[in-house]
């Protein structure tokens, strides 16, 4: 092994793993702690709040939609609603910089042209809508997604299953009973692009043998694992391939409903892949030019630049893959 300079090693970070995006929302985890601050937020007047409800948020054609925070929690009076501080905006949007910004969750969604919501919006999922969300509007969605989901599914005390009490702006659940802490969780997922001896791309996907859609191999870290242990077991498992080395390259929430994407590049000097027929049905090694080719021929589609799958692609291949039309 040779000694590689410090100022080596960062640039050659810098020139491989995936792109740093910038923060978007400050979560005041300090300012969350104090006991009440949702409710005087609300009542300031200056908050807007998203609403989620079954996984789905309110949007109009701009994007997602954000109601006056003081009205629409009066209006939803009724509705059994819960308010959760998702935090401050730091970058130029629809709303603006510094807007307090609150989650309201309902169990079940009112009527868009009722409870202040506009008669043209309509509750929507993260997929349907993403495309036409900024990144403000894309980091409040997803973190509101993460934290109603876990609210959804974390309602009774794991040891003695007494109902918990939310804490903390909304980011902690608080057993009255046993005075336990809990807090939300999120569930670690290698995501792997797995390169051969002579520099192909094995992708794989599941389903029908003769399905057309191609991407990276993933599965869940297990407990008592590391990342590196993860990327190895699960793909030995997918598709029998000894992964020999691994590099993290970045990651992605992805919260429907609680998983972190762990973004990896691995290496093996296996040729042959075989996949396990189960979670994999189908493998297929790429040079670049196959895959472009495959793509914009129609005989194959691979993961929308909404996953981290299409930028460990495309951070393989080198630079943007060209879709084809519709
Ligand atoms: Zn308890």
Not at 1 to 26: C, F, G, I, K, Q
Not at 31 to 36: D, L, S, T
Not at 127 to 145: Q, Y
Not at 225 to 243: D, F, K, M, P, T
Request: proline fraction near 7%.
């Amino acid at each position: 092994m040779s000694y590689t300079e410090p100022s080596a090693l960062a640039n050659h970070l810098t020139d491989t793993v995936l792109p740093v995006p910038p923060a978007v929302v400050d979560r005041g985890s300090a300012v969350r702690m104090k006991p009440g601050m949702v409710s005087e937020l609300i009542s300031s007047g200056t908050a807007k709040a998203v609403l989620i409800s079954q996984r789905k948020a309110v949007v109009t054609a701009g994007g997602l939609w954000f109601g006056e925070a003081a009205e629409l929690w009066e209006a939803l009076a009724a509705a059994g609603r819960e308010s959760v501080y998702l935090g401050r905006t730091l970058l130029p949007s629809s709303l603006a910089v510094g807007t307090p910004v609150l989650l309201f969750t309902l169990a079940e969604p009112v009527s868009p042209g009722t409870a202040t919501l506009p008669a043209d919006a309509e509750w929507a999922g993260f997929r349907e809508v993403a495309g036409r969300l900024d990144a403000t509007d894309t980091a409040l969605f997803i973190e509101a997604s993460a934290i109603s989901n876990w609210h959804a599914t974390h309602r009774h005390c794991p040891l003695c299953g007494s109902p918990t009490e939310v804490e903390s702006g909304g980011w902690v659940r608080r057993c009255p009973q046993d005075n336990s802490e809990h807090y939300p969780r999120t569930d670690p997922a290698i995501i792997v692009t797995v390169v051969g001896p002579d520099g192909r791309l094995l992708l794989g996907g599941g389903g029908p043998v003769d399905a057309k859609n191609y991407s990276t191999l993933a599965g869940f870290v297990e407990p008592g694992e590391s990342l590196e242990q993860a990327v190895v077991r699960e793909i030995g498992e997918e598709v029998g391939v000894r992964v020999t080395a691994c590099q993290y390259l970045g990651s992605q929430s992805w919260p429907f409903p609680a998983s972190l994407m762990l973004g990896f590049t691995a290496t093996t000097e296996d040729t042959v892949a075989k996949p396990d027929g189960v979670e994999v049905t189908r493998s297929r090694w790429f040079s670049r030019e196959e895959l472009q080719a495959a793509v914009l021929s129609g005989e194959i589609t691979i993961s929308t630049r909404l996953s981290i799958a299409r930028s460990l692609i495309e951070h393989w291949y080198g630079g943007f893959i060209e879709d084809l039309q519709p």
